[in-house]
């Protein structure tokens, strides 16, 4: 996986509460945000938003197993 991508990844699942918005990331990474949502789905296999519920739920679903949540 790309650099930037590796980053980019680990910024959202730290701050899955107030996840950055795609613009943010693409001035991080100077990219245009159309070119960092291409990215993204090349990457991940899916696009941001989608991204970014898969592990709101995966997170969801680890509290719902191991806590009283």
């Known amino acids: 996986m790309d650099k930037r991508m590796i980053f980019l990844t680990e910024q959202v699942s730290s701050n899955?509460?107030?996840p950055p918005?795609?613009?943010?990331?693409?001035a991080?990474?100077?990219?245009?945000?159309?070119?960092?949502r291409q990215m993204?789905?090349?990457?991940?296999?899916?696009?941001?938003?989608e991204y970014?519920?898969?592990l709101r739920l995966e997170q969801a679903r680890q509290l719902l197993e191991t806590t009283f949540m």
Do not use: A, W
């Open 21 to 26: 918005t795609v613009e943010q990331m693409s």
């Open 16 to 18: 899955l509460q107030k």
């Open 52 to 54: 970014v519920r898969h």
């Open 40 to 49: 993204f789905k090349t990457e991940t296999g899916m696009p941001y938003g």
């Open 28 to 36: 991080e990474i100077n990219v245009t945000p159309s070119r960092l």
